[in-house]
């Protein structure tokens, strides 16, 4: 176990009728602006639940951060904070609005260009507080200080962290889950499940607390994503993928180990050329990095195969390649696309991704830096 | 899964040379009280550590919290608190140092007669601030808001909680666990043990994450537990144990899940009359309120039987008292006594303890109110 500090201030709300709880967790005297995305909440009775909440405070709101939410939409959301002094954010949705949010939190009280927070870096030292009410499983962002925001113009996809900007609250309701179309259910438990493995799937430094649990993690993810897609799914069932997609990545089973990350670099430049959604690109990827890294990776793919799909390791080669095969069929079987050509994608996107990661300064990804650009083309065109 | 709202606000410093992190982690300018116990922090190298750290700081000490914080001892550092305006708490120590700490940290701040606190469940409004230096890990008390006191003169041992007396961050350094006699060892890995047990088995209620985790830190103390006791013991089994006894009762693992603690509570009565260490009490009673409880806890009791032991459900009954038996070798492995006549006491000590469960109103313990009088009493004659 390599050393750590660890701790997450982000109070969990989670369970029916929970959305309530927000009346006792904004601050007394709070303006709050509510955030949201495309609209669903306003037909699905979210919103109507949020606005019962909010009775006791001044309120205003702003619709239409997108899914990869782009600088040029937060910064007209920072341009109303500013000019109304709101002093409070609710977010309301999913991974993007509540990435959105922690931009705009840090944007509205920023001294300088905010584009510099993204492409330089620049240090925030003062952001206005959020709360979360989530309204699909998926990236963790409810409970965790990261963001990843995208400019529409120069086709960057950024990502920025500040422990400001992790919301004090969050509200988990898995009653939200069943008005959700499938794809986001899809992509919800993918990306969970990627987070999980760029934790996870490193080399081993005997920290047995964090590989049990992020194995528990998938395991449920496995158990319960397939499950979470059909109309008839429980409440149980949404439960466990909500409980999952939030452990997933808030601080906890990456405390005291390496992290790769590399699959979602590649991912975030894919998204940024083509389109895709942001899950989508990391079935593509996931499988043929697992592959393409398995010489550096080869103790923890063993126990990924060994723990998380059962498989016999007398064998070690063929139980790499069995658990790769497994990972890129369990996607499958959430109905999740992992090919480049699915998407009518060539070995076009090899040499486009390499460049932009290029831009990026994205030449030696993952844990062990040992994921070159020449490794990065090799893992995109195997996933044509 | 249950409804629940869960933070955990401590802030973990975990490894190496993390003892100087205090001072970073204490309020700048804040009167320091450091609280220790019988003194081995003087032997070990610990105490050298902690006042280095403590060089920018106005500072005093109180030593001498004795295993099983006695009201006596701590009302006693509540004066020194109250006469020299300490303003901050450093509990350096094993979970009594912490615990006393805690009672300290509220009784120094109460209006009125602090013994109400245990006795009454009396409303605490305000705490000192309190930090922790982990010497032993065993109860999970540096990440909590739990403390048990012990009255000498009644032989009471009582608990209470409030958000306002947890630790504000606590320093876990494996390397602290060295010097420890292996008693101690053994107790915290027993006592970390249990507290998983406490939480985890009991009806299930598909909190698949809840279990997985538990599920894994039972299996992370089955590996490492035997292996801390040794001389030769590792870096890395030390960090498992005390990360693992951290996470057994940090709030994680049971939110959302019905709770049991019925061992604990007859625990604390055997304690508090014969004397004997609170995980020894654990090693005894566990087994048997296993076996008393295996109608009610049958599904628990398998799927224990089954991830944990990996032992073949399909003879349940067999299963279950072989999950029972192997809890038990595992104390015994532990060098654990797990009999009240491996410890002089014989028959004498079941209408005694009911006696003082029935003073307490602990007449009918457990998730299910199912652990009567007359069941407490069967399972305190069936551990002789």
Redesign the interface.
């Known amino acids: 176990?390599?050393?750590?500090?660890?701790?997450?201030?982000?109070?969990?709300?989670?369970?029916?009728?929970?959305i309530l709880?927000i009346k006792h967790s904004i601050p007394k005297g709070a303006k709050v602006l509510v955030v949201y995305g495309g609209g669903s909440i306003r037909k699905n009775g979210i919103y109507e639940q949020v606005v019962a909440a909010l009775s006791d405070f001044t309120w205003g709101e702003f619709a239409g951060i997108e899914p990869n939410p782009s600088y040029q939409t937060c910064m007209r959301a920072v341009e109303l904070i500013q000019t109304q002094h709101y002093d409070f954010i609710l977010a309301v949705g999913g991974g993007s609005v509540i990435d959105g949010c922690k931009f705009i939190a840090a944007a509205a009280l920023f001294d300088g260009e905010p584009w510099d927070i993204l492409a330089e870096g620049a240090q925030i030292n003062k952001a206005l507080p959020i709360g979360v009410v989530l309204t699909l499983p998926a990236t963790g962002s409810e409970s965790n200080s990261f963001s990843v925001i995208s400019n529409i113009d120069t086709q960057d996809k950024l990502p920025f962290a500040s422990g400001l900007v992790q919301p004090q609250f969050a509200v988990l309701d898995p009653n939200v889950m069943q008005s959700l179309p499938k794809r986001q259910l899809t992509n919800g438990v993918v990306d969970a499940f990627v987070h999980i493995m760029e934790q996870y799937l490193t080399y081993p430094?005997?920290?047995?607390?964090q590989d049990?649990?992020a194995?528990?993690?998938l395991?449920?993810l496995i158990?319960?994503g397939p499950k979470v897609l059909k109309e008839e799914a429980s409440y149980?069932t949404r439960?466990?993928v909500m409980?999952?997609a939030t452990?997933a990545l808030n601080g906890?089973i990456g405390?005291?180990v390496p992290q790769d990350w590399s699959t979602h670099m590649i991912g975030h430049e894919i998204t940024a050329l083509y389109g895709l959604d942001h899950a989508q690109t990391l079935a593509i990827i996931l499988p043929r990095m697992m592959a393409e890294q398995q010489h550096e990776k080869r103790e923890k793919l063993l126990q990924y195969a060994e723990r998380v799909f059962n498989l016999d390791t007398t064998e070690p080669d063929k139980a790499i390649s069995d658990a790769i095969l497994l990972t890129e069929q369990f996607f499958q079987q959430l109905n999740m696309l992992t090919r480049f050509s699915d998407h009518g994608l060539g070995e076009e996107v090899a040499p486009q991704v390499c460049a932009q990661l290029e831009r990026h300064g994205m030449v030696a990804l993952g844990e062990q830096q040992a994921v070159t650009l020449e490794k990065s083309k090799r893992i995109l065109l195997a996933s044509v």
Chains 1, 2 share one sequence.
């Open positions: 176990m390599l050393n750590f500090s660890f701790v997450n201030p982000t109070q969990i709300h989670f369970g029916e009728q929970q709880e430094v005997d920290a047995k607390v049990r649990f194995e528990g993690l395991l449920t158990e319960e149980q439960a466990n409980w999952s452990m906890l405390a005291g």
